[in-house]
């Protein structure tokens, strides 16, 4: 059946010129000429036997009939719109690539990534979820983690990513506060400050201090449950931090924090890249996977930070 429908130019030329009250300038908004818009406005009202403008010399007036007229109208193009919208940004006919990561990992590391990969594979409706250590996964809700150590899925696959090294890290004031700067700095006057630590990470500065060759004499400090806790109160002087390298570039690189007490150095932990093997051949895993990969340049990582 034929339906007795204006066409949408028309409408659309409409609802410009009502919200104007002026040809020109509804013409101006839709790409059109002044000459085009009235046009469409006289076929819509031959098209309704009504008049919808009366035309005062150059200055416009809504009938009744027109405002009446664009009341039923403006909700339909509004419906039209949001339909035409949903459509664009279906998320049904997108593969669905599910991520879990380390929070960490994923704010410092992963997450200014994405946007790169998202460009470059836009068939994919990516949803990165944040994951706990002792997170029990289930594969079915999960395609892709990011971890460090351990199988967290039975007969899962597993690539490695990248060592984690770590590097003490404060203010620069708290530096001034001992007359101390970048320059005169030694690995040893680190004992003048607290040393703060990750809680569930209570060897990190033993073990750094038998990198060094230092003697572990106080090690005891505040303590932070996230490293997010841990780097905000790094920046605010409250004592030297140790942290993942990678969490710390950009703070380096901006003078934020300095790195006096010498270079990174590696820790035991190392990140993984997992998946179950029944999903090793789904088409995103597999290009997430490889593409990740290739963004890892773990030694490139820590010389830019040693020289920082």
Known sequence: MRRYLP??????????SVR????TRAAQELHLTQSAVS????????????DLFIRLNKRLVLTGTGAAYYKEVVPLLDSMESACLKMLHREDEKISLQLASLPTLASFWLVPKLAKFQRAHPQFNIKVNAMDV???????????????GGDHWPKGVSHH??????????SPELLAEQGLTMNTAKRSDISLFPLMHLTSRSNAWSEWMAQQELAASHLTGPGFEHFHMLL??????????????????????????????????MTPHEYFLSYPANKADLEQVVTFRDWLLEQVDPQTQVESLAAG
């Open 7 to 16: 066409s949408s130019t028309a409408l659309k030329c409409f609802e410009a």
């Open 20 to 23: 104007h009250l002026s040809f």
């Open 39 to 50: 046009r469409q406005i006289r076929n819509l009202e031959e098209f309704l036997s009504r």
């Open 134 to 148: 002792t997170d029990n996964l289930d594969p079915k809700q999960v395609d892709v983690i990011l971890h460090y």
């Open 161 to 170: 990513l990248m060592n984690e090294y770590v590097i003490p890290v404060c």
């Open 232 to 265: 905000e109160a790094a920046k605010s002087g409250m004592g030297v931090a140790i942290m993942p390298t990678m969490i710390v570039k950009d703070a380096l690189a901006s003078g934020v924090l300095v790195a006096p007490f010498g270079e990174a150095c």
